[in-house]
């Protein structure tokens, strides 16, 4: 455990020594515009199931698997979801609006999801020896190798069963606990990673099966949702399998300014997840609308501290690795946390992330084993920052720092760029029209006021120059 000053020195002096992920020269591969589909499963039997079961059933299932029911009742915004693709940034791992860095931390989603504290040797790893999905399923369903095996199909490159099958299942077996884990298995196929529609992929299981260890799933999550953006933004295209709902309920909670409710975070059952459900908000902005906003997103926009999260210590580093390697189900990823340290509420500087890029791969190639075991041997080693309140401050350094870090899909006219910007934005003629009717309006109305005050001024004979002052006032 270290305090922010003894961290801020090592990672000033470290990323001096070795650099950032972005050398001199680096120029961006990425697509001007990424179309990303966000198409969902249909959810709606789930929420019958969820629905009908009695409150001792519920309690069971949030007592083993935290507050992952919620998420079937968080509603997906495609145009918000298809507008913040557009300022991922891979080679940090995170969204980046103008001078803005966001990113969704494992503290922000073990408190989402309510997870205990994350402990090093409770991090998912995948297996050298991965058991067969048929036995998985056997084990999680209690059912016999016959039944497991004629209703497990191939679905692309990998194994999985259909929904249908544990819906049957659910409704119908007699054990309330087997019931439960497997709703939960449905849920973390449908929704937290949902690859295949309609059906839980076999890797899904590899996670669960080790759920009842103990191990958390928020660096999974994470580390898939940072791989699935990645993947979509470099193609310039994709379907986004990552959590959906997950990441847009962490967005909600920065964007919009709240009433703090910390008094309530500490009630027994106060949950996050449950009060975004039931908050409502606007479901009608375009997608244009929505680039056109997060382009010009700005500091004092920023909630930065969602109002439900309360700072305490941070993972920053994972031994001899500079930044927190993450595990997925399909790969693996890293991200640097002390790059977004004012969504803690705290002092913001330099972050070391020489190397990050380099940690992202999938489990295809001969030596990812060699490689999971070596971030899994990290996790043993894992250091934490204390978190004190010290307001958000950022030092000229770090302007600097992410000044060279523009998002890959806003065009800079500076740099040689001529392309106009709607282009690059795909902004439909009909915004535009309302943003130029706007603009004019605003600037008529302030002519209009311009010249009454010129008026005033020579009726009382004013000698100050009241012009600039009421014209700034207008304006604000």
């Not at 709902?245 to 909600?252: C, E, N, P, S």
């Not at 330099?350 to 070596?374: H, M, S, W």
Request: charged letters at 30%.
């Amino acid at each position: 455990m270290e305090d922010n000053a003894a961290v801020r020195v090592w990672s000033e002096r470290t990323q001096q020594e070795k650099g950032d992920s972005l050398t001199e020269g680096y120029e961006s591969e990425l697509w001007d515009f990424t179309r990303i589909s966000v198409t969902q499963n249909d959810l709606q039997e789930l929420r019958d199931i969820w629905n009908s079961r009695n409150g001792e059933v519920k309690q069971l299932f949030y007592c083993n698997y935290d507050d992952l029911p919620y998420l079937l009742d968080v509603k997906v915004d495609k145009y918000l979801f298809r507008a913040l693709a557009q300022f991922w940034n891979p080679a940090y791992s995170c969204l980046t609006f103008g001078g803005v860095d966001l990113v969704p931390t494992v503290e922000e989603n073990m408190a989402l999801l309510n997870c205990p504290k994350i402990q090093a040797d409770k991090a998912y790893s995948r297996p050298v020896n991965v058991p067969l999905f048929l036995k998985k399923l056997m084990n999680i369903t209690g059912m016999s190798e016959q039944w497991v095996a004629t209703r497990i199909k191939q679905k692309g490159d990998s194994k999985c069963i259909h929904w249908r099958n544990l819906r049957d299942f659910i409704l119908a077996h007699p054990d309330s606990k087997k019931r439960v884990d497997v709703f939960a298995l449905s849920l973390y196929g449908l929704i937290v990673f949902p690859k295949a529609l309609g059906h839980i992929d076999e890797t899904v299981s590899d996670l669960f099966n080790q759920l009842d260890k103990g191990t958390t799933p928020v660096l999974t999550i994470l580390a898939e949702t940072f791989r699935s953006f990645n993947t979509c933004r470099r193609a310039g295209e994709g379907r986004f399998i990552g959590c959906t709902q997950l990441l847009l309920a962490w967005f909600y909670s920065h964007f919009w300014k709240v009433e703090k409710v910390s008094y309530r975070v500490f009630s027994k059952d106060y949950s996050p997840l449950r009060e975004l459900v039931a908050t409502s908000r606007r479901d009608n902005i375009s997608e244009e609308r929505w680039i056109t906003i997060l382009q010009n997103l700005r500091t004092e926009d920023i909630e930065w501290r969602a109002p439900w999260l309360i700072p305490d210590e941070i993972l920053y580093r994972c031994g001899d690795f500079d930044w927190v390697p993450l595990v997925g189900i399909w790969g693996a990823i890293g991200y640097a946390p002390l790059m977004v340290l004012r969504q803690y509420q705290s002092r913001q500087f330099i972050p070391v992330t020489q190397g990050l890029a380099k940690c992202e791969f999938p489990y295809k190639d001969n030596n990812y084993k060699k490689r999971v075991r070596e971030i899994s041997d990290a996790w043993n080693q894992t250091r934490r920052i204390k978190v004190f309140t010290a307001g958000p401050m950022t030092t000229p350094e770090y302007k600097w720092w992410w000044g060279r870090r523009v998002n890959d899909n806003i065009p800079r006219q500076n740099q040689g760029n001529t392309q106009p910007i709607e282009e690059h934005l795909r902004v439909i003629p009909f915004e535009l029209e309302i943003i130029k009717q706007d603009f004019e309006k605003r600037n008529s109305e302030l002519g209009n006021k311009i010249e009454q005050l010129e008026e005033y001024k020579m009726k009382l004979g004013l000698d100050v120059d009241i012009h600039k002052l009421e014209a700034e006032k207008l304006m604000k």
